[in-house]
């Protein structure tokens, strides 16, 4: 098994950066990009198959209705809350408000 994957970007190999240049001369392409496997502790997960965000991007944009179709959402999560609390601050200058949002834990339900 190979030890890298190909970016994943549809395009990658377009972008022009010098580490994308291959071939010998008189026949030079730009190529998409090698990502090592497990590169010395960097998180795995998205960061195996995309080089840069904007690859990453690009790939989201290209296929967001196919990625939807795999785990589609039709309600909407909702995480329990205490009641929120306003807490005003003033200064010789003026005052500001602030609005205190926490969550409850599990335990709490």
Not at 35 to 56: A, H
Not at 93 to 106: E, Q, V
Request: hydrophobic share 25%; aromatic share 10%.
């Amino acid at each position: 098994m190979a030890d890298y994957h190909w970016c994943h970007g549809p395009s990658c190999h377009t972008h022009v950066t010098t580490d994308r240049v291959r071939g010998s001369k008189g026949s030079k392409v730009l190529r998409t990009r090698k990502i090592k496997i497990n590169n010395n502790g960097y998180p795995s997960g998205m960061w195996q198959y995309f080089c840069s965000n904007g690859c990453y991007n690009d790939f989201a944009r290209k296929h967001v209705e196919q990625i939807i179709r795999i785990a589609p959402r039709l309600e909407p999560l909702e995480t329990p809350i205490e009641d929120p609390k306003k807490e005003t601050t003033e200064y010789s200058y003026g005052s500001y408000t602030r609005t205190i949002i926490n969550k409850l834990d599990n335990a709490e339900q």
